[in-house]
């Protein structure tokens, strides 16, 4: 089980192994050491954000517009804190999904339509049958994919470090060697990933 954290730790700093891969190989190391919360975090991120909420760093704020027919798409702006909200959206696709949008998109920017009952409530709301949609800058996906990624990093054992944030504990020091013991909590809905530590000394 070393060996595979030590070789995930050397692909994360790979630029040529995809993020896809490296998700599914911290998968497998979190499946075999029995770590819930993290196994739970690399599934969302590998399946997409199907049932729980969307960690901080997946909400990415763009720019209303609404669709003129004769003048193309025109900003928009509700005002207040309702303007602010529906400028905000939570990503729920999956890296490898958002990955092909980044390297399929041309134009610098994502679009983004809102669902039946936004749609029809925004019309209400602003007296225009025109459509409104969500216009993301497409540096707002490609930072999902590098704050995964730096996440995924987070979970190595930095070098020189006696800590290994995948087991819980201290690594291996050396027979009789006084230690702590970590009992570690990663958080990967935190945006800088910290690890909440308790520690007892054996």
């Given at each position: 089980?070393?060996?595979?954290?030590?070789?995930?730790?050397?692909?994360?700093?790979?630029?040529?192994?995809?993020?896809?891969?490296?998700l599914?190989?911290?998968?497998?190391?979190?499946?075999?050491?029995?770590?819930?919360?993290?196994?739970?975090?690399l599934n969302?991120?590998?399946?997409?954000?199907?049932?729980?909420?969307?960690?901080?760093?997946?909400?990415?704020?763009?720019?209303?517009?609404?669709?003129?027919?004769?003048?193309?798409?025109?900003?928009?702006?509700?005002?207040?804190?309702?303007?602010?909200?529906?400028?905000?959206?939570?990503?729920?696709?999956?890296?490898?999904?958002?990955?092909?949008?980044?390297?399929?998109?041309?134009?610098?920017?994502?679009?983004?339509?809102?669902?039946?009952?936004?749609?029809?409530?925004?019309?209400?709301?602003?007296?225009?049958?025109?459509?409104?949609?969500?216009?993301?800058?497409?540096?707002?996906?490609?930072?999902?994919?590098?704050?995964?990624?730096?996440?995924i990093?987070?979970?190595?054992?930095?070098?020189?470090?006696t800590?290994?944030?995948?087991?819980?504990?201290?690594?291996?020091?050396?027979?009789?060697?006084?230690?702590?013991?970590?009992?570690?909590?990663?958080?990967?809905?935190?945006?800088?990933?910290?690890?909440?530590?308790?520690?007892?000394y054996?």
């Open positions: 089980m070393d060996s595979l954290v030590l070789e995930l730790q050397s692909d994360v700093l790979d630029r040529t192994i995809h993020l896809p891969d490296l599914r190989k911290a998968l497998l190391v979190s499946r075999k050491l029995k770590i819930k919360d993290i196994e739970e975090w969302d991120e590998l399946n997409g954000y199907e049932a729980r909420s969307v960690p901080s760093y997946r909400i990415i704020t763009g720019e209303l517009k609404a669709f003129n027919p004769y003048r193309g798409w025109i900003p928009v702006d509700m005002g207040g804190e309702l303007h602010a909200s529906v400028c905000e959206h939570p990503t729920r696709d999956s890296v490898s999904q958002i990955i092909d949008l980044v390297e399929r998109t041309e134009t610098g920017t994502v679009m983004v339509k809102f669902p039946a009952d936004l749609n029809t409530a925004f019309r209400n709301l602003m007296r225009t049958d025109f459509e409104p949609a969500l216009h993301v800058p497409i540096h707002k996906l490609v930072g999902i994919l590098d704050v995964t990624k730096t996440k990093m987070d979970l190595c054992p930095r070098s020189g470090s800590r290994d944030p995948w087991r819980g504990n201290t690594l291996q020091q050396g027979r009789g060697a006084t230690c702590a013991v970590y009992y570690e909590q990663y958080d990967p809905h935190c945006e800088n990933g910290e690890l909440s530590t308790s520690a007892i054996r």
